[in-house]
C-alpha cells in the first residue's frame, strides 16, 4: 500500500505573509467597480426662446355691408405682444391694444395653427426673433374682420 504525503509549506518570512495576506485582503474587497452616475442634463424647453415682448405692426381689416354693396377698409396699430409659457407645448399671446389673450399649441418649429377660444382661428410661426400672425376673428353675415401681425422681439436691457 502507498502512502500520500501531503506537503507542507512553512513560511518563516513575516514579510512575504504580509504580502501573502494583503494580496488575498485586496482580491476579497476588490469588486465590481463603480461607475459614477451621469449627472442629469436638465431638459431645455424649447419654447423658451420665443419668451419675451414683440414690437408689431398689426394691420387689422374689416368688411360689411350686403355682397356687391360692401366696404371695407385697413387700419394700422402699433402694439406689443407679449409672448409666455403655459403648461406642456403652450404659449400665450396678450396683445396689449384691446387686451385680447390666446392660447396656442406652438410646434418645436415655431409654428402653430389653432381653432381659437374667442376667434375663428389663429395661425402664425416664429422665426429667429420676429413673429407673424394671422387671426381671423370671424365674420357673421354681412361683417368680418381678421389682423395680421409682424414683430421684432425686444431686446432685454
Request: with cysteine; aromatic share 12%; proline share 4%.
Amino acid at each position: 500500500m502507498k502512502h500520500s504525503f501531503v506537503k507542507h509549506w512553512k513560511i518563516k518570512s513575516p514579510l512575504l505573509i504580509a504580502v501573502i495576506f494583503d494580496v488575498m485582503v485586496i482580491g476579497v474587497s476588490c469588486g465590481k467597480p463603480e461607475i459614477p452616475e451621469k449627472p442629469e442634463i436638465p431638459e431645455i424647453d424649447y419654447r423658451e426662446k420665443w419668451v419675451g415682448v414683440y414690437e408689431c405692426e398689426e394691420k387689422y381689416h374689416w368688411w360689411r355691408g350686403p355682397a356687391g354693396q360692401d366696404t371695407s377698409g385697413d387700419i394700422i396699430y402699433q402694439i406689443k405682444v407679449a409672448v409666455t409659457t403655459k403648461e406642456d407645448s403652450m404659449l400665450t399671446l396678450l396683445e396689449n391694444g384691446n387686451g385680447e389673450s390666446y392660447e396656442i399649441k406652438i410646434e418645436s418649429n415655431g409654428i402653430f395653427n389653432e381653432k381659437g377660444v374667442n376667434c375663428e382661428f389663429i395661425k402664425g410661426n416664429f422665426y429667429g426673433d420676429s413673429i407673424n400672425i394671422f387671426i381671423f376673428h370671424g365674420s357673421t353675415h354681412g361683417h368680418g374682420s381678421s389682423s395680421d401681425y409682424k414683430g421684432k422681439k425686444q431686446k432685454n436691457k
